[in-house]
């Protein structure tokens, strides 16, 4: 594969959107992308609960309920971030913060890579959202989690993702 043209049609503050055509083995084709600079998600484990966020997300006209997560920003590493994001987001500072792994967000149009993590050992920090952030804080027990994922109310690909491979590591689902 080799890119015959590239154009950037969109730049934003998060965002930009590229169009490429694209010479693959079939012929040329264009590909419409959405380059992402990388995000975090964070699993919160404290007294054996996990904690979820509940968040207006304008993309989906509605609340949803999502683990902790935020963009990397510029110059930024994914660890530095996701202890900034889990402060903002639920005023706790992780004592510890494993990887989990990393995964693509939707890889058909988007560059996206989010870099899961596991924070423990919780300690009470300043709550901080951003303008654009309403946020509801919940303390689940894993049975309760695992429920409302079994009964489609947990619909976010990053939490999903991020619950499995918790599970995984723990030897749940092996």
């Known amino acids: 594969m080799a890119v015959k043209e590239r154009k950037v049609v969109f730049k934003g503050k998060k965002i930009s959107v590229v169009v490429e055509e694209i010479i693959g083995k079939k012929g040329v084709y264009t590909a419409e992308i959405v380059e992402h600079p990388g995000a975090v998600v964070i699993l919160p484990v404290k007294n054996g609960k996990i904690i979820m966020i509940k968040q207006y997300r304008p993309a989906v006209r509605g609340s949803i309920l999502e683990l902790p997560a935020g963009t990397i920003e510029e110059g930024e590493d994914p660890v530095t971030c996701a202890k900034r994001e889990l402060e903002e987001e639920t005023g706790y500072k992780a004592g510890k913060l494993k990887p989990l792994g990393s995964f693509y967000a939707s890889p058909g149009y988007t560059s996206e890579v989010l870099h899961?993590?596991?924070?423990?050992?919780?300690?009470?920090?300043?709550?901080?959202?951003?303008?654009?952030?309403?946020?509801?804080?919940?303390?689940?027990?894993?049975?309760?989690?695992?429920?409302?994922?079994?009964?489609?109310?947990?619909?976010?690909?990053?939490?999903?993702?991020?619950?499995?491979?918790?599970?995984?590591?723990?030897?749940?689902?092996?």
């Open 116 to 174: 899961a993590f596991l924070a423990e050992d919780l300690i009470p920090g300043k709550e901080s959202p951003e303008i654009d952030e309403e946020i509801e804080i919940l303390e689940l027990k894993e049975d309760e989690l695992l429920e409302l994922i079994k009964h489609g109310s947990i619909r976010d690909a990053k939490t999903l993702s991020a619950l499995l491979l918790y599970y995984l590591k723990k030897g749940k689902f092996l």
